[in-house]
């Protein structure tokens, strides 16, 4: 019995290039506080809030020298082995083979025909997120993929899940649930995207204030890319760290309009 069904998203974490620039700007961020690391797992660090496990910063690897940071979501698996047989079953990519990371549970990263890149974990003794959908959490994750059908096609085929559509014509948006509950979003990209961009997944952590959170990471050196902006789920807007990590950030308590209807994909 794991904490997270399959599917879920269960963690998140990132390499950095200046370990200790990238716990000082989230922990002004976002109020983590951090373990001392650990060295046999390569400096691995997770993050907390008020004494609760929320993600993980890691020291970026010498063969990655030059590459930004960027946060890596995983998602929940009973059986991680089963779960990368379905992976390739349905034209993904394993960029990394299950391996144990100790007892604390095995892992696999991957890539989606869309390009997507993620992990799967299959928890040891350790489970993930003790702290979600509050300030200083993980709060929500959509994938941004211009190919909307390969995403469609293999995500719900490796999790089962279920899948809504919102009924919008300004934009192709799927709701994938577990449990017949909404766990993450799927967002074709349009042009106004750079082309460079890649596929991703972007992950949004809690805040009190969307505006305040905007303006501390300005003034730390990172980057403001869209909004803020207020929607019936909350005020976000999407920002970069100084070391070019890109995420969201989301005050849920502030909202505005009324949920999107939702219906079936084909109807």
């Not at 979003?185 to 106004?192: A, H």
């Not at 502030?254 to 949920?259: C, D, K, Y």
Request: aromatic share 14%.
């Amino acid at each position: 019995m794991t904490a997270f069904a399959d599917g879920a998203p269960c963690w998140v974490d990132a390499m950095f290039p200046d370990i200790g620039a990238a716990k000082e700007f989230y922990g002004e961020l976002l109020g983590w506080t951090f373990d001392e690391g650990s060295p046999e797992f390569g400096g691995y660090t997770q993050a907390h809030s008020n004494g609760k496990a929320v993600a993980a910063v890691v020291p970026q690897l010498p063969e990655m020298a030059g590459q930004p940071a960027a946060w890596n979501f995983y998602f929940a698996s009973s059986d991680v082995a089963a779960t990368a047989e379905r992976i390739t079953a349905n034209g993904g990519k394993l960029l990394m083979e299950p391996m144990a990371v100790g007892e604390f549970g095995t892992m696999v990263t991957a890539q989606d025909p869309s390009g997507v890149h993620f992990s799967v974990w299959q928890a040891g003794q350790h489970e993930g997120f003790a702290k979600t959908g509050e300030p200083g959490s993980f709060c929500w994750a959509e994938v941004f993929t211009r190919d909307a059908a390969a995403a469609d096609a293999f995500f719900p085929a490796v999790f089962d899940f279920g899948v809504k559509r919102i009924v919008d014509d300004a934009m192709d948006f799927r709701l994938w649930e577990v449990d017949g509950q909404p766990v993450m979003g799927r967002f074709k990209m349009t042009d106004d995207v750079p082309a460079e961009a890649p596929s991703y997944i972007s992950v949004y952590f809690g805040v009190e204030d969307c505006d305040e959170a905007v303006a501390t990471v300005q003034r730390l050196g990172g980057r403001l890319y869209f909004g803020p902006m207020t929607m019936a789920f909350g005020r976000f807007a999407v920002v970069a760290d100084p070391q070019g990590a890109a995420f969201a950030v989301i005050d849920t308590a502030t909202t505005e309009g009324e949920p999107p209807q939702l219906a079936d994909p084909e109807s």
